[in-house]
Structures are given as C-alpha cells and as structure tokens.
C-alpha cells in the first residue's frame, strides 16, 4: 500500500487456484496481504467508514436457517441481494466487510474518497459506499457498510456473475456450520439472552467433533496452531483456494514441507513474485494433527503493518473442506468434525 497505517489499511487477497507444472501464472494478492485469497487483484481496505457508522443492523425472519450454496472451483457462492440487485456473492471469511463489485455497483454514492493500495504486484483503488439493505435467506442487513471494488478478474476466472463478497463483519453475530458435502450452510443469529448457552443441535454429541479457540481480530478470524514445536497464528479464509505458509518462518517449520514446483504470482499490479507450491505435514491444532495438507509458500512480511503481530499463514479450502466445520463467532469457538 501506499501507506500501511494500521486500522486505516485493511487486507485484500486472491483466488490461487493451483494447477500442475512449474514456473505458471496464478492471481493473487494485489495488496499486501494473502488472506482473503479470493481477489486476486482487489483490494479490502479502508475502514474510515466503518469507524464512522459501526456494524449492520441483522434481523432474522428465524433465528436458525439453513443456507444452499453451490461452487465456483473451490468459492462458495450465495445468492444474495443488494437493494434490488440480485445474484451471487462469495462468502469470503477473510474480507473485512461487505464488498461490491464496481460493475454492477457504480451509481451507488461514495462515503468517503476512493483510498489508494498497493501490495505485492502494484497498487488499486477501494471506493466505499453504504448499502440500505442486503439479504439471503432469512437474515436481512440495514445500513451496511460496503466497499466497491473490480472482480472482474474473478469473474473470468470462473466464469460467472458475481455481484460481491461476504465478509467477516456479516457474521460476528452468528454460528455458522458448514457442510461442503451437501453444499449446505447453518446459521443461527445468536441474541442477547444466548450468549453463553446457545448450541445447535449438531453440537449435542461433543464426541463427534473438536473444539478449538478462534479470535476476531480487526473482522478477520483467527486460529492457532503448532508445526515442528513452534507455535502459529493463522487466517481462516473461505475465499482461499490454497493454504498459505509465510516465507520467513523458520526453517525447522519447511523441513515438514514438500516443495514440489516454483509458480508466479500475478495481480493487478506490474511485478510477479515468485512464490513455491508443495504440501506441509504435522500441522497441529490443538492436539489434533491435521495430516498432509497443500500449500503456497510466499512472503507475508507485509500483514505486520496491519495488525499488533505478524501472521504466519492462511487456513483456506484444502483445510476447511476436510471435515465438516463450523464457528461460533461470539464465543469465538471452532468446530471441526471427526
């Protein structure tokens, strides 16, 4: 970015959807940050307005629903309305906030100027708006804070329509549950009175399942973990394609990695960096051993000026997909069935 001040700078990411062979071209982050995987070349950034008007208001027709989604590659795609406009938006836990893509969402009036940043490959431009009423399913949202972005590179990609991005901000209130064998999402909208004793059903045989801490940190999601006796902190992201390990970590932490080919990564901006692919063992979460996982080794140094502490990596699809997960965003638990 132009200037990483923190809690004014946010995070952006990229689709990296992988292939076969060595030295290729892949999307990825045009800010700084790898986390919410599934912009390869937006950005997610400036959170002035969201100081200045706070969370959406969330009501819910039924306190407990259950959302279909299908699958764009490895993205989960809702369909989901803004104002009159209706069709699909990726639900992406490693966005911030609400994000409209530019196209479908130009006449919309700015809240604030447009905010310049740049990452690894160069730099664009995040133009924030504010949205009277988004909805899917049940649960409706009043004055959300949105930022507009370009997905068009997302849209070829996979070659869809998609209206924006569902991130973090949408969901503190929430358990969520999903299920990517049945292509299923729950979610209950937690109140007041629930706090401390709200538990789906799902939940009742705690011998089916782990539960681990999870932490919210500036609208990203959080979790911690162990490889090679060394302790980690890492992104949930259900907008990324790959796992990701930060480049700087110590090498006792790459001796549990197989690095299996180089690739390029490309963004909206002129540089490509050169980033490695493999698969990692003996991820811990907890005491559970996560077994071998696929991931992208490239550098993070950047995600330090963002946040009180630097992060060692993204949790995306190759780990989400594994069990059936799920997240209690207000008691900041997380779920993984066995």
């Not at 406009?85 to 893509?101: Q, R, S, V, W």
């Not at 538990?199 to 990203?220: R, V």
């Not at 963004?267 to 811990?284: D, I, W």
């Amino acid at each position: 970015m132009l200037s990483l001040h923190r809690n004014i700078c946010m995070c952006v990411a990229s689709a990296i959807a992988l292939a076969t062979g060595s030295n290729e071209s892949y999307k990825t982050a045009s800010s700084p940050f790898p986390v919410s995987a599934v912009f390869a070349d937006t950005i997610i950034n400036n959170n002035i307005a969201f100081e200045k008007y706070g969370d959406p208001i969330v009501t819910s027709d039924t306190p407990s629903c259950i959302i279909p989604f299908s699958r764009a590659g490895n993205l989960i795609v809702i369909k989901a309305k803004v104002d009159t406009t209706e069709g699909n938006f990726i639900l992406d836990t490693g966005a911030p906030k609400l994000i409209l893509n530019m196209t479908y969402f130009r006449h919309y009036l700015s809240t604030t100027e447009d905010v310049e940043s740049g990452g690894i490959t160069g730099t664009a431009a995040a133009n924030p708006t504010m949205v009277e009423n988004l909805s899917f399913g049940p649960i409706k949202y009043y004055k959300a804070e949105a930022d507009r972005v370009n997905l068009g590179h997302i849209e070829n990609s996979k070659g869809i329509k998609i209206l924006g991005l569902l991130g973090m901000q949408l969901f503190k209130r929430f358990e969520m549950i999903i299920d990517y064998e049945k292509s299923l999402i729950y979610l209950h909208l937690i109140n007041k009175k629930e706090v401390s004793i709200y538990k789906s059903e799902m939940l009742n045989d705690t011998s089916a399942y782990h539960t681990f801490s999870i932490n919210i940190m500036e609208d990203k999601l959080l979790t911690y973990g162990e490889i090679a006796g060394k302790k980690l902190t890492f992104i949930i992201d259900t907008g990324a394609e790959s796992n990701v390990l930060d480049s700087r970590l110590p090498n006792k932490i790459f001796d549990q990695v197989n690095i299996t080919r180089r690739i390029m990564l490309s963004g909206s901006g002129r540089q490509k960096v050169e980033a490695l692919y493999g698969n990692m063992k003996n991820l811990k979460l907890n005491n559970l051993e996560m077994g071998v996982l696929p991931v992208l080794v490239t550098n993070l140094e950047r995600m330090c000026f963002s946040y009180d502490r630097c992060l060692d990596g993204m949790l995306g699809f190759d780990f989400l997909s594994l069990h059936k997960i799920g997240f209690n965003f207000v008691t900041r638990k997380m779920y993984i069935w066995k």
